[in-house]
T-cell receptor
Framework: ELKVEQNPLFLSMQEGKNYTIYCNYS?????LYWYRQDPGKSLESLFV?????AVKQEGRLMASLDTKARLSTLHITAAVHDLSATYFC???????????FGAGTILRVKS | KAGVTQTPRYLIKTRGQQVTLSCSPI?????VSWYQQTPGQGLQFLFE???????NKGNFPGRFSGRQFSNSRSEMNVSTLELGDSALYLC???????????FGSGTQLSVL
């Protein structure tokens, strides 16, 4: 059974600082997704990573995938308050839309 | 382009009742999947439909069922509701397996 672990589960950051969220998964997969969720809202797709060594960046967020280590990272550069949200990683199973989600990382950026 | 549309936004039911939730995917998306989100269990996959056929199913009891129509719209049904079925039910669609999976705003179901 595929397990997806995120850490940390809670992250309190100062504005302007850098930090990384880690996502480990237990079985082979070549599809890794990152989502953002604001309180009371739905999931917003951030990145889709499809191959070993894939790196994608948008604004202050950069995601990478190491399929051999079964590890993805979401790096936050110079955090701003607007980045406060819950971030989920999810791993694609089999063929189709079956994703296994991590527990989520609650990010709070303090000014 | 309209996003994934789910109705209703909120539902309150009592134990033993049944409920039907509706999802209209993004135009052109033939794959629709459903997820349950709870504070305790997180996000869990329910099932996926493609071209009116169930393609994948998660580990939920038979009380949870779904279907997809020829226009790709999907419904999920929960019969004999239990208190533990209280959750946010999210529908998602995408055009291809390597593309982004877009989620709707969800239906918040409360079972009393």
């Amino acid at each position: 059974e595929l397990k997806v672990e995120q850490n940390p589960l809670f992250l309190s950051m100062q504005e302007g600082k850098n930090y990384t969220i880690y996502c480990n998964y237990s079985t082979t997969s070549d599809r890794l997704y990152w989502y953002r969720q604001d309180p009371g809202k739905s999931l917003e797709s951030l990145f889709v990573l499809l191959s070993n060594g894939a790196v994608k960046q948008e604004g202050r967020l950069m995601a990478s995938l190491d399929t051999k280590a079964r590890l993805s990272t979401l790096h936050i550069t110079a955090a701003v308050h607007d980045l406060s949200a819950t971030y989920f990683c999810a791993v694609g199973m089999e063929y189709g839309n079956k994703l296994v989600f991590g527990a989520g990382t609650i990010l709070r950026v303090k000014s | 382009k309209a996003g994934v549309t789910q109705t209703p936004r909120y539902l309150i039911k009592t134990r033993g009742q049944q409920v039907t939730l509706s999802c209209s995917p993004i135009s052109g998306h033939r794959s629709v999947s459903w997820y349950q989100q709870t504070p305790g269990q997180g996000l869990q996959f329910l099932f996926e439909y493609f071209s009116e056929t169930q393609r994948n199913k998660g580990n939920f009891p038979g009380r949870f069922s779904g279907r997809q129509f020829s226009n790709s719209r999907s419904e999920m049904n929960v019969s004999t509701l239990e208190l533990g079925d209280s959750a946010l039910y999210l529908c998602a669609s995408r055009v291809g397996v390597n593309e982004k999976l877009f989620f709707g705003s969800g239906t918040q179901l409360s079972v009393l």
